[in-house]
């Protein structure tokens, strides 16, 4: 609701304040929503490569650079086809942002707010990419963390720093504000406030007619708006796949199948199952006496008889021995194991006395020979063959790639013949020449990878998705982002200008609108005096409340209306271009908050989240002056100028 009488951030300051754009790509971060602060003053005496000075701290080219790259990385994940020129307003929020982090660095620094390893070790074991299948910190899953996110241990480091310091100065500056019930009480009556007017609508529609441009008027208009043309950058990828098809002639052999088969007998032989009869008893003697009688014939339960109450007698069915040893031991189910059928096997001293068996039955289940398992052996073996055979050559290929050969050669080190060439297409994997054109789904992450390289850069192997094996990626050509041809948008050029022309006519006439109605004349007899076939007037009415606390953003000529004064009139802009409308306040109503005390609580509370959010900024604003912030306009200039224009 504030927000409609401020327009200020609705962030909280325990979620941070610097809008560290970078730290999007750490997304797992204990910190988001982080808002920028300001900049210092032009910086001099600096090197071209220093884009600012904050204390002992320095804003890099390089950093830059990086953080701009990864931006590009994140807004791919969303747009494919984005490049530099998408995400230029992010520059200057990312270098504020960097110079922020600096200044708190260099406060700390300065004043002696060190912060421990320790601390910040615990801060990167938060981060879920860097937790292992256990869920706890791996150095292998940091390290691959670091690797996919191109950044340093140092620079994380760094970020984390930053953040923790964020948290432990500026979240204490901002805590337990006050705003006193006099002070949220004007404010609630606002939102009670009710309002009537009028609004004329002058669309752009009703001013197209007859707008037909000249040759010479479209060549103009076409290269006052060449950057509304842009054909994303297309590139021609070669694509050579490393996957089943390079290897389906590797086949386990005969000797190999024999091999596994002999390492594993134990999985293959028969197994076999006893039942047992035992008796379990607390001393040898006792254990002998029934042996005995057992060994003469009968069964072991009359052997065991006459030792009473000391005997524990049990029958166990298809027995295991891995199950017999579970209840008997290993060294009672290695002698019963190793018995024929009916004999007495002990007495055997076990963990729970001394054991006395008889092996009642014994019978044999499943056994395969080679032959009955020779196919499946087969086809476990060729399956992994091939797994590695493909793991060899990706290797090769990378191999001969690091050592500098180009595409074609590392193709044919590996004797890869099947290559993959696409037309001209974007990043998204469209072509525009081919409108039917499809890249198969198993090459999208080859394609994204042939678009991050540069045109010289080494070929690139990476992962087929969903699938077993590699893709070796390399763009053979690159069609830099540029403006479409006129000839083949023609139509749709003389329609935005039309619709600029249209535009024109329709300002110029709403203009003289509002100037008719802010001297006295009524909107409507204005809106006829036009002479264009308008739509008629409408009322509006709304409370304040209502548009405060929409889900969806209110309409501007809903907004507008308590933006006037009672008896005024306001020129409002559609926000779609669709045209304009004219606006005039008749009746304002106000509102009485001390009939709802609960809406001045609410209030109040807001109220402190933005005082919070201000003392924050106020003290950030005096940190940084403190630090003495020198930018180095001209070599920003430059950085952004040489980012801008590498296309991406």
């Known amino acids: 609701m504030l927000s409609f009488f401020r327009r200020v951030s609705n962030s909280k300051v325990g979620t941070g304040f610097m809008a560290i754009v970078l730290i999007g790509i750490l997304a797992g971060f204990a910190m988001s ?4 602060f300001g900049s210092g003053t032009v910086g001099f005496g600096m090197g071209s490569s220093t884009l600012a000075e904050v204390g002992d701290q320095t804003v890099g080219e390089r950093e830059m650079s990086e953080a701009m790259q990864r931006r590009l990385q994140e807004a791919r994940k969303t747009r494919p086809d984005a490049d530099y020129a998408t995400i230029a307003g992010d520059f200057e929020t990312l270098l504020s942002s960097l110079i922020d982090e600096k200044a708190l660095i260099a406060f700390a620094d300065k004043y002696g707010f060190n912060l421990s390893k320790r601390l910040v070790d615990a801060e990167i074991a938060q981060i879920q990419q860097t937790r292992g299948l256990n869920g706890k910190f791996s150095d292998a899953a940091y390290q ?67 707008l037909k441009p000249s040759d010479a008027q479209l060549q103009q208009y076409y290269a006052a708006n060449r950057a509304r043309y842009m054909v994303p950058e297309q590139r021609v990828l070669r694509i050579a796949k490393i996957d089943m098809e390079q290897v389906a002639g590797v086949t386990a052999s005969d000797q190999e199948i024999a091999a596994y088969y002999d390492a594993n007998k134990a999985a293959y032989a028969a ?22 009688r057992a060994k003469v014939g009968g069964t072991l339960g009359a052997a065991a008889a006459p030792a009473g109450t000391k005997a524990a007698v049990t029958s166990l069915a298809d027995q295991s021995r891995e199950a017999y040893a579970g209840v008997a031991g290993d060294a009672a189910a290695s002698a019963v194991f190793g018995a024929a059928s009916g004999a007495v096997v002990g007495p055997v001293h076990s963990d729970f006395g001394w ?35 493909i793991e060899d050559l990706a290797d090769k290929v990378q191999t001969a790639v690091d050592d500098g050969s180009n595409f074609t050669e590392a193709a044919a080190a590996a004797k890869i013949s099947t290559i993959t060439t696409t037309p001209l297409i974007t990043a998204a994997g469209t072509s525009r020449a081919d409108p039917s054109y499809k890249l198969p789904p198993a090459l999208a992450d080859a394609a994204k990878a042939g678009f991050d390289i540069a045109a010289r850069d080494p070929p690139e192997i990476d992962a087929l998705k969903g699938e077993d094996g590699y893709a070796m990626v390399s763009p053979s050509e690159v069609d830099a982002a540029a403006p479409a041809p006129l000839a083949t948008i023609r139509d749709k050029v003389e329609q935005d200008w039309a619709v600029q022309q249209a535009t024109i006519r329709a300002k110029a006439t709403a203009t003289a609108i509002q100037a008719k109605v802010a001297r006295g004349t009524p909107i409507a007899q204005a809106v006829k005096e036009a002479g264009m076939p308008l739509p008629a007037v409408r009322p509006l009415s709304a409370r304040r409340i209502e ?33 304009f409308f004219v606006v005039k306040v008749t009746k304002v109503v106000p509102g009485n908050a001390l009939l709802q005390p609960a809406l001045i609580t609410r ?37 952004k100028k040489q980012i801008l224009s590498s296309g991406g």
Do not use: C, H, W
Not at 362 to 378: D, N, T, Y
Not at 551 to 566: D, G, I, R, W
């Open 33 to 36: 929503d982080l808002q920028n």
């Open 144 to 210: 691959q963390f670091l690797s996919r996110e191109r950044l340093t241990d140092a620079q994380v480091r760094e970020i984390l720093s930053a953040s923790l310091l964020q948290r432990l100065i500026l979240t204490p500056i901002a805590t337990d504000t006050r705003i006193a019930v006099g002070m949220a009480t004007p404010y609630a009556s606002m939102l009670l406030e009710s309002r009537e007017g009028e609004a004329a609508a002058i669309p752009v529609g009703a001013f197209l007619a007859g």
């Open 271 to 292: 197994k076999d199952f006893r039942s047992i009869s035992q008796a379990v008893v607390p001393d040898q003697a006792t254990a002998n006496a029934i042996a005995a």
């Open 355 to 389: 054991v006395v068996a008889k092996v009642d039955s014994i019978k044999s289940q499943g056994g395969q020979s080679l032959e009955q398992v020779r196919s499946a052996i087969a086809a476990k073996l060729t399956a992994d063959k091939r797994k590695q055979a």
């Open 547 to 579: 548009i405060a606390m929409a889900k969806e953003p209110a309409p501007l000529v809903m907004q507008s209306l308590f933006t006037v004064l009672e008896g005024k009139s306001k020129l409002v802009t559609d926000s779609q271009g669709r045209g």
């Open 603 to 639: 209030m109040q509370q807001e109220l402190q989240d933005a005082v919070s959010d201000d003392y924050a900024r106020e003290f950030m604003a005096a940190l940084k002056k403190d630090m003495d912030v020198e930018r180095n306009e001209k070599a920003i200039q430059a950085v």
